[in-house]
Nanobody, 118 residues
């Protein structure tokens, strides 16, 4: 079982930056692929970025060059650095721990709101 707690969301002006954190409790954090998803009002949840247990990351096209995912296995935490924020980045951001390929489970955080507004 993995419990995920996101933090760092808030209100920011266009062009600004935020850093989201997702702290995991439980065992074997390093064995999980970690991802950030987001869901805007009236839209489906979408994958923003993910980082494998080996450290390989990928991003959806709309955030490439602006967002950076990283993980600190010693702290059992994954981060999302968001720069050059745009109105369309407004959403609830969710942390995901995916261990299905390794015999673990699939876990979600409660979400943190990011609002980009002037």
């Amino acid at each position: 079982q993995v419990r995920l707690v996101e933090s760092g969301g808030g209100l920011v002006q266009p062009g600004g930056s935020l850093r989201l954190s997702c702290a995991a409790s439980g065992s074997h954090f390093s064995m999980y692929d970690m991802g950030w998803y987001r869901q805007a009002p009236g839209k489906q949840r979408e994958l923003v970025t993910r980082i494998t247990k080996g450290g390989t990351s990928d991003y959806t096209d709309s955030v490439k060059g602006r967002f950076t995912i990283s993980r600190d296995n010693a702290k059992a935490t994954v981060y999302l650095q968001m720069n050059s924020l745009k109105f369309e980045d407004t959403a609830v951001y969710y942390c995901n721990a995916d261990g299905l390929a390794y015999g673990g489970g699939d876990f979600w955080g409660q979400g943190t709101q990011v609002t980009v507004s002037s």
